[in-house]
């Protein structure tokens, strides 16, 4: 391990430090970059630290927008599969565990447009892939999943 010097000014410092702290010799804030792998720690000046931040920022909307370019042609994979198979009459929209806020996908996954029940959709009438919902999902529901409305009945005996 080298000596601890201020990124800036190159100054000595007395020990390494593992946190950001500022240089004795400059009054620069000196920050600390930890390797993924042990414990070397690098010290990097401000623009340094924003440059891996921006990096990092730029990897994860990336790692993002494939995720949800892969969930949208998993959908619309699924969905083509089930046209023509018997008894399918729709596809059940479900909201993904990891779904806990109110917003239009939970409005989808308990809405009943159709007259299917809670969440079912005709084929070709779901509302998947929802912008920005990448995570639900549907499954098929079949003929005789649907909930039938309960006819009235009326008792004759009592009137």
């Known amino acids: 391990m080298s000596d601890p010097l201020c ?12 946190r950001k702290t500022k240089c004795p010799n400059c009054s620069c804030y000196i920050y600390v970059k930890w390797e993924s792998r042990g414990d070397e720690r690098t010290l990097i000046t401000q623009k340094e630290r924003d440059e ?8 994860y909307e990336k790692a993002r927008v494939s995720q949800k370019e892969l969930m949208i042609k ?38 009943d447009l159709h007259g299917l ?18 995570l639900n999902y549907e499954v098929a529901v079949f003929d005789d999943e649907i909930e039938k ?10 009137c």
């Open 7 to 18: 990124p800036y000014c190159s100054f000595l410092l007395k020990k390494r430090p593992k």
């Open 52 to 59: 891996i931040e921006e990096l990092r920022m730029r990897e």
């Open 74 to 111: 998993n959908i619309q994979e699924y969905q083509e599969s089930l046209v023509g198979v018997l008894g399918v009459v729709g596809t059940r929209f479900i909201l993904s565990e990891n779904h806990h806020h109110e917003d239009g996908c939970q409005r989808h996954a308990e809405a």
């Open 117 to 134: 029940g809670k969440g079912v959709y005709p084929l070709g009438k779901s509302p998947l892939p929802v912008e920005g919902c990448t």
């Open 149 to 158: 409305p309960k006819k009235k009945t009326i008792n004759w005996n009592h």
